[in-house]
């Protein structure tokens, strides 16, 4: 539910503006970049030259850095057509996101909408997903870490500045137009955004998080990460 102050600030804030949110915990639960990486993995879609298991090399460079390795998960997908990928990410989202859908982040997207604000994902997902599962509530707008598209229609390992994540968010989002309202669920990740934003909203799960933590000390509304 929404609560009374956040709903105020939406109906006094100035429409054309930018509502960025966060995807992965904070749309829906869990990471949808990395449940459609296993997937791509088990269709033998991605693969290492030495015969390693990706998915276990994407966690060991997250575990490492967390910018460089979800860059270097979009990057796993090179080689892979475009359009085949995105049409492979449209079905996986389809039956992946529909259950997952955060209640409290639906709610407040709507009334976004409604205030008038240009609803926007920055997400730290390749953005292949990100564009299929934010698409399935209503998003026309997206940010993810994107590789370039060579001339025959395949993806490259090659990064398009800026990456999505921390102060890279900001970056993307501003893109959009001006930032009015930020949404996300990661200290690390979110934090740059959602304080750059006039309104601040933090998704949290019912155990609390480090984000939560501090969104109370700053005294930024909560929401609950709760499923549909």
């Avoid at 926007?120 to 209503?138: D, K, N, Y």
């Avoid at 998003?139 to 590789?147: C, S």
């Avoid at 309202?181 to 690390?188: E, K, Q, R, V, Y």
Wanted: charged share 25%; with cysteine.
């Amino acid at each position: 539910m929404i609560p009374e102050r956040l709903a105020h600030s939406l109906r006094a804030a100035a429409p054309g503006g930018v509502a960025a949110f966060d995807a992965d915990g904070t749309l829906w639960r869990e990471d949808a970049g990395e449940a459609f990486l296993r997937h791509l993995v088990g269709l033998g879609w991605v693969r290492l030259p030495d015969g390693s298991d990706p998915y276990e090399a994407y966690e060991r460079a997250v575990d490492r850095d967390k910018r460089s390795g979800y860059v270097f998960g979009a990057q796993l997908q090179a080689g892979l057509v475009a359009a085949r990928l995105d049409a492979e990410a449209a079905r996986f989202a389809r039956e992946w996101v529909p259950p997952r859908i955060v209640r409290d982040a639906r709610e407040l997207l709507g009334s976004c909408v409604q205030a008038g604000l240009r609803p926007v994902v920055v997400s730290a997902s390749p953005l292949p997903i990100v564009r299929a599962a934010a698409a399935l509530l209503g998003f026309r707008d997206f940010a993810g870490i994107e590789t370039r598209t060579d001339a025959s229609g395949r993806l490259t390992a090659e990064v398009v500045e800026p990456v999505t994540y921390a102060e890279g968010k900001v970056q993307a989002a501003s893109r959009f137009g001006p930032l009015t309202l930020a949404c996300g669920d990661s200290l690390s990740g979110d934090l740059a955004l959602l304080t750059a934003a006039p309104i601040a909203v933090v998704v949290a799960p019912t155990r609390g998080s480090p984000l939560a933590d501090e969104a109370l000390r700053r005294g930024w509304p909560i929401l609950s990460q709760e499923s549909v």
